[in-house]
């Protein structure tokens, strides 16, 4: 034994990840019982994996060196390990074989040595990447801030493992060993290699499931005769009929079905689990309690995922989130994805590789669209609704509760997936928005994003699915998605609407809209519409009478698509009295396939992708023009296009990365003073412990922590006298502002407690006076502060808070009642590129009165991003900051200065989306 106390098993350091290859496993802190499976790893590895580790060809460990390694502090003496299901003979169900250990030992405060063992089987598949992850933010959990790592110069996988990783890394050979230092703090390279990384693979993984061509269902089987079907025997039969009617390219193998299996050529019957033969996938439709067991016995038939199908999880409450749990660890120990519980399943339509796995009677059409939701009822309406309008998809995937495989695990997919071009999401709940919002902007930057947002606000949860609560005001969703680049939509109507206008038409080149409708009066409704969606009216636009020639027609439209007429085209054709004709449809389609022109309609008897709006490009390409029930949501779709098209096109800028930030000095006053206010220590900064709001910090505490990110606070004494009022201001420098220190009047002028530009010490007293019988009044003990003048300019609120489920969050107003009540303030998630704290800053109504609104002077508003760009950055780095308020800054005619802090801590609790890969669990 080690001697040393022992801390508390860090259940928090559990994790299911992805490895390169797409399958997963699960990484823990090792424990004493690991000791005979530890000795097995050993065993198993070859003797060149053992001289890596130890310098010399160990075959067994020593008792002793058992003892060493599973017994550890989990502090200064951590070790974790990434396990699997045992496949020893004689393991029982909750055996574990070790693949990987990785551990760290503290040599001197902040110093740990640092080493890696991973299984012959597994290298090569990104194992030590993840474990040196892992480890990583366990160190910095424990002030650990630097790794040395004495390594072998022909252990070259172990070198690149440190050298890829991102950080600052430093290498000395000596004596025939490479030393390899690593600084822990992360860096701009080691969060985009592990973004990289992380993309791989789950895109991967999603490959795996995507192109599963042998998949085995797995019934309730046989109920009594006279018994009511059950919900999964339901599922099975409907599988089933699907698979008759159309098995796609997916050979079915299916176990335990109640109703027998139909004699099918893609479908064959098993008679029990000795008899199932390797399968990439399976769908399970039995009840929940039966779910872990079949998963267990998928272990060694090949299988990269399972698709539950049947309900009775989360949903039902404690027992069933249990059962959940378990489902999920079963199947990450196995290397296996989870799709659901109450899944609608999985559909693929590319040629030759067409996956029919899922609830849906007849599979959508082929096309470019990925489409991905949660719950099969929702599937069942997009699904209606695709086959409706003729609009053909790529994939199409329900996650039902998304316990495991989301909608981030979809992106990271078809951003490599050239069989989708548009991607659609239907979004009950967004369980991570901080990496929603990551991958979202990479994939939207390459291809277009569609997303609905059941409930619009994103607020409200649905029975099943885990989700952390939040206090982020309705408007953070918005921003986030604004932030992301996504194309918002209101509802499915309107998704399926943006998404036809992408499928078949290209991104136009500006926001100039010519319009063609069958009437003056309608060309003014059109053109009205268009306006309210950002659109400029093209002078080319022009209308049709009723009584048009064939000639007219093709002369009209012929203008109207003419070389530089417009960016994009509105028709509309609705006859009064005449039947409509094909002409103008057929001829709005060929000059749409000629010239590239984004183009919609709306045209009477007309809807999705009809063969009247279809033509032939110049080079061969078939070209459809999508049509719309009404003006208006032409219109809209449009306009949502050319907002995404100028997005695409605008420079989005490169992370904020303000100088003169000292983060080791900021983390050390934090931990400092979260131990000061957890033992009552006096004088350390931190006020009293205000529940779970956190501890408020003193004005000098906040003042040191904001300086080691380079805002400066005002000077400013608190006094209580007269004559303490008069010294205070002898000492700032006159003129000075007089302020209450209350809560209540801090920031009141109409309250009387706030005096600006008091030159002279009688002046100052006299302030005071009436001050303190305000203060008195109000039932308050009569406090004040002094600062001397700040220039003058316009008055703002920089704020942070840490929200639990989007992390930090930034926000920009200008000061004043009127905004607060008007809601009028921009918010921003965290990391922030330049181009986003421009936004931030112009974004809110106000923002005129910073730009010299009527004759004041101009603010600096360079300064003033400056300011929120460090707020940001601080809010990002340190997530023990509940909250942060700079009110006011006062942006002046040059700079901007910060009058006033205030912030709170508390310990922090892991972010959705940490310096760490992890899968949901």
Known sequence: MTGEATTAYPVAWEADVVLRDGTTTHVRPIRPEDADALQRFQMRQSERSAYFRFFAPVRRLTDRELELFTHVDHVRRVALVAVRPSTEPDAGPGDEDIIGVARYDVVEPGLAEVAFNIGDAFQGMGLGSVLLEHLAAAARERGVRRFTADVLPQNGSMLAVFRDAGYAVRQQLDDGVVTVSVDLDPTDRSREVMADREHRAEARSMQGLLSARRVLLVGPGHREAGAAPAAEALLVARVLEAAVTDPGDTELFVLDAPGGVPDAPAVQAVGSWAEVPDVDLALLALPAADAVAAVRRLAGKGCRGVVVLSAGFAETGPEGLARQRELLRAAHGLGMRVVGPASYGLLTTAPGARLHASLAERPPAAGVVGVFCQSAPAAVT?????????????????????????????MQHWLQDDATQVVCLYLESIGNPRKFSRVARRLAAEKPVVVVVAGRSGQVVPPGHAVRATRAPRAMLDEMLRQSGVIRADNTHQLMDVAQVLAHQPLPAGGRVGILASSAALAALVAEAAAAHGLVVAASSDYLSADRSAQEVVRTVEGLYADGACDAVVVVDVPVVMPRGDTLARAVAEAAARTGRTTVVSMLGLHGMPDELAATAPDGAAVRVPAFSTPEDAVAALGKVVAYAGWRTRERGAPVRPSGVDRVRARRLVEQHLRAASSGSAGSGALAPDGENGVLLDEDAVSELLACYGVTVWPARRVATPEEAVAAADELGWPVALKS??????????????????????????????????????????AFEVQSMAPPGVACVVRSVEDPLFGPIVSFGLAGDAVELLGDVAYGVPPLTDVDVHDLVRSVRAAPRLFGYQGAPHADVGALEDVAARVSVLADDLPELAALELYPVVAAEHGATVLHATARLRPATERRDPLRRVLPA
């Not at 997009?382 to 981030?408: F, I, P």
């Open 382 to 410: 997009l699904g209606a609704t695709l086959e409706r309008r003729g609009l053909g998809v790529s994939a199409l995937v329900s996650a039902g509760h998304r316990a495991d495989v989301s909608g981030n695990d979809l």
């Open 741 to 782: 220190a209350s809560q209540v009047l801090r920031h009141r002028t109409d309250l009387g407690g706030v005096r600006l530009d008091l030159g002279d010490a009688e002046d100052l007293r006299e302030s005071v006076e009436r001050m303190s019988a305000v203060s008195r009044a109000a039932g308050l003990e009569p």
